[in-house]
Each structure stands twice: as structure tokens, then as C-alpha cells.
């Protein structure tokens, strides 16, 4: 008997998550990117053996800009992220497939669009750091909203990226 869950069943397993399950899944990322923060800064004050936190400031956001992209790249070519994992979400490329390493890195590069518009804009201005969160959480919020008007509801930066988020089912233990 022929089997005709093949489309149905690649349905399934390309279906986007929800906009609220991917900023759920954004928020905890973050979360779990404070203990990645303190390591990469502890490894890089003893190793650059800083004495105030400012010494060597643009060294540590270029060295932490690195190792998140070490990171996030690892992952991603891996499917899943952490957090991914825990919200059931995972990275794919446009067929479905895995994602390179090479494709990981263009998704990291282009993921800095949640917040370079925002800091770019803030840059010549002298704003409280409360003006600049307001403005940074609502081009945030803006650039979420953006995907309602992609096809297959997916983020921006994936589009260009080549990669999707789809939701994942839990591995049976």
C-alpha cells in the first residue's frame, strides 16, 4: 500500500512556531547567554589580566562578539541551540536540511539586525540608558512584528539567510 503521508507529513515537520514560542525561545537564549558572558569575560580578564572592567574594552566586545559566534555557529550547525531545544524549536535550511557551518555564520552575521539599526541610530545621540532600552526593545518588537509579513512567517534575517526555524517534536527518552 503506497504511502501518502510524504506531503503531509514534510508539512508537519515545516511548520513554523508561533511568534510568541520564537521570542519565548529569543528571551531565554539571552538568558543563557549571561553565563556565556561571564565565562568568556572571566577567561578574558585573566588572561588579558585586566584590573578594572574597562580596561580593554573593545578587545572584550570584539572577544565576546567572537565567542558568540562561536556558539551560536556550533549550535546551529548541530540544529538547535539550548534554548532551541527547550522551546522544541529547530534551524533548518529552506529544503529542510541541516545547515552548514558556513550558512550558521551568515544566519550569525545577519542576526545582528535585532540590534545594530537600534545602536547605530542611538550612537550620535548622548540618550540615558533607559531612552536607549526603550528604543532598542522597540525596534525588537518591530523587527518580530516584520515576520507577519514574510510567507512562511519566518524572521527576516532567515530569509536572507537561507535557514528556518520549525517547530521540532522532543526526542523520546
Request: hydrophobic share 50%.
Amino acid at each position: 500500500m503506497p504511502d501518502h503521508s510524504g506531503p503531509a507529513k514534510m508539512q508537519i515537520e515545516m511548520k513554523t512556531p508561533g511568534l510568541w514560542r520564537r521570542m519565548a525561545c529569543w528571551l531565554y537564549e539571552g538568558m543563557l547567554l549571561f553565563g556565556v558572558v561571564f565565562l568568556a569575560g572571566y577567561l578574558f580578564s585573566t588572561l588579558s589580566q585586566s584590573r578594572n572592567a574597562m580596561d580593554h574594552r573593545n578587545a572584550l566586545q570584539a572577544f565576546i562578539f567572537v565567542i558568540f559566534g562561536i556558539y551560536f555557529v556550533w549550535f546551529w550547525a548541530k540544529g538547535q541551540t539550548l534554548a532551541m531545544k527547550t522551546w522544541h524549536i529547530r534551524i533548518v535550511d529552506r529544503q529542510g536540511k541541516a545547515i552548514t557551518q558556513m550558512r550558521a555564520l551568515g544566519r550569525y552575521a545577519l542576526s545582528w539586525l535585532w540590534f545594530l539599526p537600534p545602536l547605530m541610530g542611538l550612537s550620535p545621540f548622548q540618550l540615558s540608558g533607559g531612552e536607549s532600552a526603550v528604543i532598542i526593545i522597540g525596534w525588537v518588537v518591530v523587527w518580530a512584528l516584520l515576520s507577519r509579513f514574510h510567507p512562511q512567517s519566518q524572521f527576516w534575517h532567515d530569509a536572507w539567510a537561507g535557514t528556518r526555524l520549525i517547530s521540532s517534536q522532543p526526542l523520546s527518552r
